[in-house]
Every structure is written in C-alpha cells, then in structure tokens.
C-alpha cells in the first residue's frame, strides 16, 4: 500500500513517518501531484499558522488538487481545519472539502489548548472515551453531517470530521499513544 504524505512545509512529517513505520507501513513524504495522486492513500498533516499554511499550499499547486482527490484522505490538525471552508485564523476560505468554519476558542481557558482530552463519539466505539493528544488554538464547528466524534473544552468541538473519503483528526494520533495507533490502523483499513 502507497501512503504519501502530503509535504508542503507545515507538517509533523517526521513523527507521522515513525507511526506508520511502527504499524509497518512505508510512506513516501512528497510534494509532487502525480505522486500524490497515485497513492493509495494520502496524509494532509498541518502545523502552524492558517494564512501561511495556505500561501505554502499555492505556492506548491497542492490547493486545487487535494479536494479533488479520490483515495482516502486524512486531515491531521491544521490539515483538518484547512479542509474546512472559513479559516477565521487567516480570515480566509479553506479548501472548502466541509462546509464548517473553524474558529478561535472562546474561553477563558488557556488558549492553545494543549494536552490530552476525551473524544465523545456515537459513530466509532474504538473512539468513545479514549484520550488523545490536542495542540490548537482554533477549533472546526460541531456539524450533524460531517462531525463524528466531539471533544470539550469549555464547549464542544469537532475532534473527527468525515465527508465520503476525506477524514479529519483535530488531535494528533501520532502523538496519542496506542490509541492513535489504532485511529491510523482503521484509516489504512478504510474502517475510519
């Protein structure tokens, strides 16, 4: 199985290459369309700030083609939000892939809101109650259609998000121990 992830300059590329390795599964880390288009599946990590993230992804031509993919896509953090149609970080439209926005926390908790947190989800029992690990400042809306398990932080907010092929994690599951391991098992089985 091909696995690309998706290399434009805002990613945790490095410890997603090792949770893959883990599970056995070679990944290629690339810019290039063609490769990204021929792989089986595809990694959209993201680190960092909005605004940039999209300049990076038009810069590589990367913006018009990941909402046109057809294998199965995971959004990781940043990667998630962008899929999302309003960036209010960057008072920019996204990818457009969900129709939510994603928005800055409104709280008086400590904002990024880092840490481990419990997903509430309905739709996956592997995901209901487990603890992942959270690094962001902004959060995508919750959506009846599209959010598939929930986290809290002072209010509730999408955690997973899945529209046909194209998934999204607000957490890191590289960085959330067995239970992200499991999370990038039932992906790669198209289970998710």
């Not at 993230?53 to 810069?59: P, V």
């Not at 690990?133 to 907010?157: L, M, P």
């Amino acid at each position: 199985m091909d696995i690309a992830i998706i290399d434009y300059g805002a990613g945790n590329i490095r410890s997603l290459e090792y949770a893959f390795a883990k599970l056995g599964t070679k990944t290629v880390v690339t810019a290039d369309p063609e490769i990204i288009q021929s792989a089986d599946k595809v990694i959209f990590p993201g680190v960092g700030h909005a605004g940039t993230a999209l300049q990076a992804l038009k810069a590589s031509r990367l913006m018009d083609l990941i909402p046109s993919l057809k294998q199965d896509v995971l959004g990781i953090c940043l990667g998630m939000q962008l899929m999302c149609s309003y960036l209010e970080e960057a008072n920019q439209e996204g990818l457009g892939i969900f129709p939510m926005s994603v928005l800055k926390f409104d709280t008086v908790l400590k904002v990024p809101h880092m840490g481990w947190n419990r997903l509430r989800s309905t739709k996956n029992k592997l995901m209901n109650e487990e603890y992942v690990y959270f690094v962001h400042s902004y959060i995508a809306e919750c959506h009846d259609d599209y959010t598939t398990a929930t986290a809290d932080y002072d209010g509730r907010f999408s955690a997973t998000i899945k529209k046909k092929t194209f998934m999204g994690c607000q957490f890191h599951p590289e960085k959330s121990g067995e239970v992200g391991q499991e999370i990038l098992k039932l992906f790669l089985n198209g289970t998710l």
